[in-house]
Nanobody
Framework: QVQLVESGGGRVQAGGSLRVSCAAS????????VGWFRQAPGKEREFVAA????????RYAVSVQGRFTISRDNAKNTVYLQMNNLKPEDTAVYYC???????????????WGQGTQVTVST
């Protein structure tokens, strides 16, 4: 069992930056792939970024490519999502998720956090 807790969300103006974190506890987190997803009001949950357990394989959604950076510190059991040049359309609840095996861009993750709100104003 893995427990995930997101933090670092908040309100920022367009063009600004935020870093959200995903802290894990429970089983050996370093062996899990982690994904970030987001869900805006009235919309489906969508993939944002994913990172393999060693941090070698990384994938991004086209909409955030070049603006967001995913990274992990296995010694701290934490995965980060650095978000730069934020846009109003990035407003959503951001969730991290973990799974054994390969990092994927679908919702097929075994463990999910409770989410953290990111709001980007004009």
């Amino acid at each position: 069992q893995v427990q995930l807790v997101e933090s670092g969300g908040g309100r920022v103006q367009a063009g600004g930056s935020l870093r959200v974190s995903c802290a894990a506890s429970g089983r050996t987190f370093s062996s899990y792939a982690v994904g970030w997803f987001r869900q805006a009001p009235g919309k489906e949950r969508e993939f944002v970024a994913a990172i393999s357990w060693r941090g070698i394989s990384i994938r991004y959604a086209v909409s955030v490519q070049g603006r967001f950076t995913i990274s992990r510190d296995n010694a701290k059991n934490t995965v980060y999502l650095q978000m730069n040049n934020l846009k109003p359309e990035d407003t959503a609840v951001y969730y991290c998720a973990a799974k054994e095996g390969v990092a994927v861009i679908t919702l097929e993750y075994d463990y999910w956090g409770q989410g953290t709100q990111v709001t980007v104003s004009t």
